[in-house]
């Protein structure tokens, strides 16, 4: 099979779960947008406008930028929407800075805080983010010495359960179309009119060679974005280890020093990178025995992490 035959196999198996598929189909239909969000908040939501694909949110000079999957508006409030499909254990933290990010997207230089809108933060997780079993976690800031006492600074993170256990108390008081929605992003199967019109706009997407060929576009930059990653990590190998060699020297000798930092930094800067390259492997779905084969070294690590991702998988079916 081709390079070619590879990556039309792996558009035409897209689902709404892929970040670009996802950004795409909301960025086309707003109404889509409308309804996602009202089943999510239980609550009315505006006329949506402004909706964005893989928003980026440029950081300070040496600060980290964000790439939103999809971003919208209405009258009053700003969404940022993410499908979260690889379990991490940085979320909170995660969503804690895309809040700020969008927050000092929304306040234009010299107006006043008063004009800022409300802004909520959601990943749609198919995983159970925080294992209690509830189909939606929400947060808010409140005083910690009086519970009764929120901060109303209109800013919201959004946790969905969307591929995990939820308890059947829960069941019971929870919208049959969300669970619907979760029943779809789990299979693939639409039983319901949102969830088939989700599908049917899924398949416009696959079967228009404008976004095969932007899908196949947006990979590519994954790559480059990934193998810049990897000579960072390289770099910060090399600096750390010639730190090291650098203190160890003036014990042992400067030129030992030196040179057992700079290959200790080159061990652990192409060990991250390699990490880095199977992690991304493992996202795409790629065989653990392929990956083995391509990274015999880091054998441990492969297993390791194909073990996360099977029991996060079970844990995800059950």
Not at 70 to 98: F, G, I, K, N
Not at 153 to 158: E, F, L, S, T, Y
Not at 189 to 200: G, L
Request: hydrophobic share 35%; proline share 2%; with cysteine.
């Amino acid at each position: 099979m081709t390079n070619e035959e590879k990556w039309e196999q792996k558009f035409q198996s897209l689902t709404f779960t892929d970040d670009f598929v996802f950004g795409t189909v909301l960025m086309r239909n707003t109404d889509l947008c409308k309804e996602l969000l009202k089943l999510i908040l239980g609550r009315n939501i505006g006329k949506i406008e402004n909706v964005e694909r893989q928003k980026d949110l440029k950081g300070s000079y040496d600060g980290k930028g964000i790439r939103l999957d999809a971003y919208m508006e209405d009258e009053s409030t700003a969404y940022d929407v993410e499908m979260q499909v690889l379990s991490v254990h940085d979320l909170p933290e995660r969503t804690r800075y895309y809040q700020s990010r969008v927050d000092a997207a929304l306040l234009a230089k010299g107006c006043d805080y008063r004009s800022l809108k409300k802004s909520y933060i959601i990943f749609i997780c198919m995983y159970d983010p925080f294992g209690q079993g509830l189909p939606v976690y929400t947060f808010s800031n409140i005083c910690e010495e009086d519970h009764s006492i929120i901060l109303e600074d209109g800013a919201k993170r959004v946790m969905v359960n969307a591929g995990g256990s939820i308890k059947k108390e829960q069941i019971k008081i929870t919208d049959p179309a969300l669970l619907e929605l979760f029943y779809y992003l789990q299979t693939n199967a639409a039983e319901n009119s949102f969830t088939r019109t989700i599908k049917k706009k899924v398949m416009e997407v696959i079967s228009e060679d404008e976004w095969r060929r932007e899908y196949m576009d947006f990979e590519i930059k994954i790559r480059e974005r990934e193998e810049l990653a990897e000579q960072r990590g390289l770099r910060r190998g090399l600096q750390k280890g010639m730190q090291q060699g650098m203190q160890q020297g003036m014990q042992q000798g400067m030129q030992q020093g030196m040179q057992q930092g700079m290959q200790q930094g080159m061990k652990e800067g192409l060990q991250l990178a390699n990490q880095r390259a199977i992690d991304n492997l493992i996202i795409i779905g790629a065989e653990p025995d392929k990956i083995l084969s391509m990274y015999p070294e880091e054998r441990e690590y492969i297993l390791a992490k194909t073990k996360e991702m099977a029991v996060t998988t079970v844990s995800d079916e059950g």
